[in-house]
Protein backbone atom coordinates (compact mmCIF):
# COMPACT_ATOMS: atom_id res chain seq x y z
CA UNK A 1 0.00 0.00 0.00
CA UNK A 2 1.47 3.69 -0.62
CA UNK A 3 1.72 5.80 1.93
CA UNK A 4 -1.31 7.96 0.95
CA UNK A 5 -3.90 5.06 0.45
CA UNK A 6 -2.49 3.72 4.12
CA UNK A 7 -3.45 6.80 5.70
CA UNK A 8 -6.65 7.01 4.14
CA UNK A 9 -7.11 3.24 5.04
CA UNK A 10 -6.19 4.16 8.91
CA UNK A 11 -8.54 7.16 8.79
CA UNK A 12 -11.69 5.07 7.44
CA UNK A 13 -10.71 2.23 9.88
CA UNK A 14 -11.11 4.81 12.64
CA UNK A 15 -14.22 6.44 11.56
CA UNK A 16 -15.81 2.84 11.72
CA UNK A 17 -14.76 2.55 15.17
CA UNK A 18 -15.87 5.69 16.12
CA UNK A 19 -19.28 4.94 15.10
CA UNK A 20 -19.05 1.26 15.84
CA UNK A 21 -18.50 2.98 19.73
CA UNK A 22 -21.25 5.35 19.49
CA UNK A 23 -24.10 1.92 17.96
CA UNK A 24 -22.60 0.46 21.43
CA UNK A 25 -23.43 3.57 23.70
CA UNK A 26 -27.19 4.18 22.02
CA UNK A 27 -28.61 0.48 22.27
CA UNK A 28 -29.81 -0.44 25.74
CA UNK A 29 -28.18 -2.67 27.33
CA UNK A 30 -25.07 -2.21 24.72
CA UNK A 31 -25.86 -4.99 22.36
CA UNK A 32 -25.04 -3.54 19.38
CA UNK A 33 -27.56 -4.31 15.72
CA UNK A 34 -26.64 -6.69 13.92
CA UNK A 35 -28.72 -8.60 11.43
CA UNK A 36 -28.30 -11.96 9.99
CA UNK A 37 -30.72 -14.33 7.79
CA UNK A 38 -31.18 -17.38 9.79
CA UNK A 39 -29.35 -19.68 7.48
CA UNK A 40 -26.60 -17.60 6.62
CA UNK A 41 -24.20 -19.74 8.94
CA UNK A 42 -21.34 -17.62 8.48
CA UNK A 43 -23.04 -13.94 9.37
CA UNK A 44 -24.90 -15.99 12.67
CA UNK A 45 -21.25 -17.07 13.59
CA UNK A 46 -19.69 -13.44 13.10
CA UNK A 47 -23.01 -12.27 15.18
CA UNK A 48 -22.02 -14.27 17.72
CA UNK A 49 -18.96 -13.72 17.91
CA UNK A 50 -19.68 -9.70 17.94
CA UNK A 51 -22.11 -10.27 20.67
CA UNK A 52 -20.24 -12.69 23.24
CA UNK A 53 -17.82 -10.12 25.24
CA UNK A 54 -20.80 -8.31 25.59
CA UNK A 55 -22.81 -10.83 27.04
CA UNK A 56 -19.64 -11.19 29.51
CA UNK A 57 -19.96 -7.43 30.90
CA UNK A 58 -21.76 -6.76 34.03
CA UNK A 59 -24.69 -4.15 33.83
CA UNK A 60 -26.48 -3.46 37.20
CA UNK A 61 -29.35 -1.71 35.28
CA UNK A 62 -30.29 -5.23 34.43
CA UNK A 63 -28.95 -7.35 36.79
CA UNK A 64 -25.45 -8.84 34.76
CA UNK A 65 -22.77 -9.62 36.37
CA UNK A 66 -19.11 -9.34 35.26
CA UNK A 67 -18.35 -13.55 33.67
CA UNK A 68 -14.45 -12.91 33.65
CA UNK A 69 -13.70 -13.34 36.22
CA UNK A 70 -16.29 -15.55 37.60
CA UNK A 71 -17.17 -16.30 40.57
CA UNK A 72 -19.04 -19.41 42.48
CA UNK A 73 -19.42 -20.00 46.04
CA UNK A 74 -19.76 -23.62 45.34
CA UNK A 75 -20.07 -26.56 42.29
CA UNK A 76 -20.66 -29.51 42.96
CA UNK A 77 -19.56 -32.88 41.27
CA UNK A 78 -21.47 -36.34 41.88
CA UNK A 79 -20.17 -39.02 39.84
CA UNK A 80 -21.06 -42.42 41.02
CA UNK A 81 -17.59 -43.12 41.91
CA UNK A 82 -16.19 -40.12 42.91
CA UNK A 83 -17.67 -37.25 45.34
CA UNK A 84 -16.14 -33.40 45.12
CA UNK A 85 -17.13 -29.88 45.71
CA UNK A 86 -15.17 -26.64 44.65
CA UNK A 87 -15.76 -23.87 47.08
CA UNK A 88 -14.97 -19.87 46.25
CA UNK A 89 -13.81 -20.43 43.29
CA UNK A 90 -12.38 -17.81 40.29
CA UNK A 91 -12.76 -18.99 36.87
CA UNK A 92 -11.16 -16.58 34.36
CA UNK A 93 -10.96 -17.69 30.54
CA UNK A 94 -14.22 -17.00 29.12
CA UNK A 95 -13.17 -13.81 27.73
CA UNK A 96 -10.91 -15.86 25.70
CA UNK A 97 -13.35 -18.12 23.72
CA UNK A 98 -13.93 -17.64 19.82
CA UNK A 99 -17.32 -19.18 18.11
CA UNK A 100 -15.64 -20.77 15.19
CA UNK A 101 -18.54 -21.71 13.64
CA UNK A 102 -22.58 -21.45 14.42
CA UNK A 103 -25.71 -23.05 12.75
CA UNK A 104 -28.67 -21.69 13.52
CA UNK A 105 -32.15 -23.52 13.38
CA UNK A 106 -35.19 -21.10 13.13
CA UNK A 107 -37.38 -23.96 12.92
CA UNK A 108 -36.42 -25.85 16.47
CA UNK A 109 -35.00 -23.04 17.73
CA UNK A 110 -31.71 -24.43 17.99
CA UNK A 111 -28.45 -22.98 17.85
CA UNK A 112 -25.19 -25.11 17.73
CA UNK A 113 -21.49 -23.79 18.00
CA UNK A 114 -18.38 -24.65 17.89
CA UNK A 115 -16.08 -22.62 20.52
CA UNK A 116 -12.63 -22.26 20.58
CA UNK A 117 -11.51 -21.11 24.05
CA UNK A 118 -7.57 -20.26 24.95
CA UNK A 119 -7.67 -21.46 28.18
CA UNK A 120 -9.10 -21.39 31.88
CA UNK A 121 -7.87 -20.81 35.06
CA UNK A 122 -9.64 -21.98 38.41
CA UNK A 123 -8.40 -21.24 41.75
CA UNK A 124 -10.62 -21.77 44.78
CA UNK A 125 -10.97 -24.38 48.08
CA UNK A 126 -11.82 -27.80 47.16
CA UNK A 127 -13.28 -31.12 49.15
CA UNK A 128 -12.78 -34.74 47.18
CA UNK A 129 -13.75 -38.50 48.01
CA UNK A 130 -13.66 -41.41 45.62
CA UNK A 131 -12.08 -42.57 43.07
CA UNK A 132 -10.34 -40.74 40.16
CA UNK A 133 -10.65 -43.59 37.03
CA UNK A 134 -8.17 -45.74 38.74
CA UNK A 135 -6.67 -43.95 42.10
CA UNK A 136 -8.34 -43.58 45.30
CA UNK A 137 -8.54 -40.20 46.32
CA UNK A 138 -9.50 -38.22 49.40
CA UNK A 139 -8.91 -34.60 50.68
CA UNK A 140 -9.73 -30.60 51.02
CA UNK A 141 -7.60 -27.69 50.57
CA UNK A 142 -6.74 -24.98 48.07
CA UNK A 143 -6.73 -26.48 44.55
CA UNK A 144 -5.85 -24.83 41.26
CA UNK A 145 -6.84 -26.00 37.61
CA UNK A 146 -5.19 -24.15 34.74
CA UNK A 147 -6.01 -25.47 31.39
CA UNK A 148 -4.49 -24.23 28.17
CA UNK A 149 -6.93 -25.15 24.57
CA UNK A 150 -10.14 -25.91 25.09
CA UNK A 151 -12.84 -27.01 22.17
CA UNK A 152 -16.46 -26.39 23.76
CA UNK A 153 -19.62 -27.82 21.33
CA UNK A 154 -22.70 -26.15 22.80
CA UNK A 155 -26.25 -27.05 21.70
CA UNK A 156 -28.67 -23.88 22.73
CA UNK A 157 -32.19 -24.36 22.95
CA UNK A 158 -33.80 -21.20 22.38
CA UNK A 159 -37.29 -19.69 23.28
CA UNK A 160 -39.85 -16.93 21.81
CA UNK A 161 -41.40 -14.33 24.40
CA UNK A 162 -43.78 -11.95 22.97
CA UNK A 163 -43.92 -8.62 25.32
CA UNK A 164 -45.35 -5.75 24.12
CA UNK A 165 -45.63 -6.49 20.92
CA UNK A 166 -41.96 -7.18 20.80
CA UNK A 167 -40.53 -10.54 20.51
CA UNK A 168 -37.74 -11.76 22.35
CA UNK A 169 -34.94 -14.82 22.61
CA UNK A 170 -34.11 -16.65 25.91
CA UNK A 171 -32.20 -19.69 26.05
CA UNK A 172 -34.09 -22.38 27.88
CA UNK A 173 -31.09 -25.19 27.92
CA UNK A 174 -27.68 -25.15 27.29
CA UNK A 175 -25.33 -28.48 26.46
CA UNK A 176 -21.68 -28.93 26.46
CA UNK A 177 -19.30 -31.36 25.30
CA UNK A 178 -16.23 -30.08 25.95
CA UNK A 179 -12.76 -31.40 25.21
CA UNK A 180 -9.52 -29.97 26.42
CA UNK A 181 -7.11 -30.24 23.52
CA UNK A 182 -3.62 -29.38 25.12
CA UNK A 183 -2.29 -30.62 28.85
CA UNK A 184 -4.09 -29.39 31.84
CA UNK A 185 -2.33 -28.98 34.88
CA UNK A 186 -4.18 -30.10 38.45
CA UNK A 187 -2.70 -28.93 41.53
CA UNK A 188 -4.91 -29.82 44.47
CA UNK A 189 -2.96 -29.03 48.14
CA UNK A 190 -3.26 -30.74 50.99
CA UNK A 191 -4.08 -34.24 49.61
CA UNK A 192 -4.87 -37.14 51.71
CA UNK A 193 -4.38 -34.85 54.67
CA UNK A 194 -0.82 -34.07 53.51
CA UNK A 195 0.43 -37.84 53.19
CA UNK A 196 3.23 -36.50 50.53
CA UNK A 197 3.48 -40.29 48.80
CA UNK A 198 -0.26 -40.73 48.79
CA UNK A 199 -0.67 -37.14 47.47
CA UNK A 200 2.05 -37.25 44.61
CA UNK A 201 0.68 -40.19 43.28
CA UNK A 202 -2.55 -38.84 42.31
CA UNK A 203 -1.22 -35.46 41.10
CA UNK A 204 1.06 -37.26 38.49
CA UNK A 205 -1.36 -39.71 37.79
CA UNK A 206 -3.99 -36.64 37.13
CA UNK A 207 -1.24 -34.57 35.14
CA UNK A 208 0.32 -37.71 33.31
CA UNK A 209 -3.53 -38.41 32.13
CA UNK A 210 -4.71 -35.10 31.61
CA UNK A 211 -7.00 -35.54 29.21
CA UNK A 212 -8.75 -38.70 30.78
CA UNK A 213 -8.77 -37.47 33.74
CA UNK A 214 -10.50 -33.82 32.28
CA UNK A 215 -13.40 -35.95 30.58
CA UNK A 216 -14.12 -37.69 33.42
CA UNK A 217 -14.71 -34.72 35.89
CA UNK A 218 -14.44 -31.54 33.62
CA UNK A 219 -19.06 -31.74 33.19
CA UNK A 220 -20.46 -30.42 36.23
CA UNK A 221 -17.97 -27.66 36.44
CA UNK A 222 -18.29 -26.57 32.80
CA UNK A 223 -22.32 -27.04 33.25
CA UNK A 224 -22.11 -24.71 36.29
CA UNK A 225 -20.20 -22.10 34.87
CA UNK A 226 -22.09 -22.53 31.63
CA UNK A 227 -25.47 -21.89 33.39
CA UNK A 228 -24.57 -18.48 34.87
CA UNK A 229 -23.30 -17.09 31.52
CA UNK A 230 -26.45 -18.29 30.28
CA UNK A 231 -28.26 -16.64 33.03
CA UNK A 232 -26.22 -13.22 32.30
CA UNK A 233 -27.06 -13.47 28.37
CA UNK A 234 -30.82 -13.80 28.96
CA UNK A 235 -30.55 -10.83 30.84
CA UNK A 236 -29.50 -8.84 27.85
CA UNK A 237 -31.69 -10.74 25.57
CA UNK A 238 -34.62 -9.55 27.56
CA UNK A 239 -33.87 -6.06 27.51
CA UNK A 240 -33.02 -6.40 23.20
CA UNK A 241 -35.83 -7.24 20.94
CA UNK A 242 -35.53 -9.82 17.76
CA UNK A 243 -35.65 -7.17 15.39
CA UNK A 244 -32.90 -5.53 16.73
CA UNK A 245 -30.71 -8.24 15.42
CA UNK A 246 -32.49 -10.47 13.14
CA UNK A 247 -34.33 -8.98 9.80
CA UNK A 248 -38.05 -9.28 9.73
C1 LIG B 1 -16.02 -18.90 51.09
O1 LIG B 1 -15.92 -17.48 51.32
C2 LIG B 1 -16.82 -17.00 52.30
C3 LIG B 1 -16.72 -15.49 52.31
O2 LIG B 1 -15.41 -15.07 52.41
C4 LIG B 1 -16.53 -17.64 53.64
O3 LIG B 1 -17.43 -17.20 54.62
C5 LIG B 1 -16.61 -19.17 53.50
O4 LIG B 1 -16.23 -19.79 54.71
C6 LIG B 1 -15.73 -19.66 52.37
N1 LIG B 1 -15.97 -21.10 52.13
C7 LIG B 1 -15.08 -22.03 52.47
C8 LIG B 1 -15.49 -23.44 52.21
O5 LIG B 1 -14.01 -21.76 52.98
Not at 25 to 43: E, F, G, H, R
Not at 79 to 97: D, E
Amino acid sequence: MSSEVQSVFAMFSLLLLFFGAIVNVLSNPAITLYQCKPNDDACVTRVANEIYPLILEPNPEIGAELMDPMFQSEIEGDLSILKFKLFNTTITGFKKCVCESAKYNEEQQTLKLDVLCGGFVLTGLYDINGRLIVLPVQGNGDYSITTKKFRLKLDLELKTITKDGKTYKNVKNIKVDPEALEPVVYDFRNLFNGQKDLADTVLKFANENWKEVADFVQLPVFMANLKKVVRNCNKYLKTTSVDEYIPQ
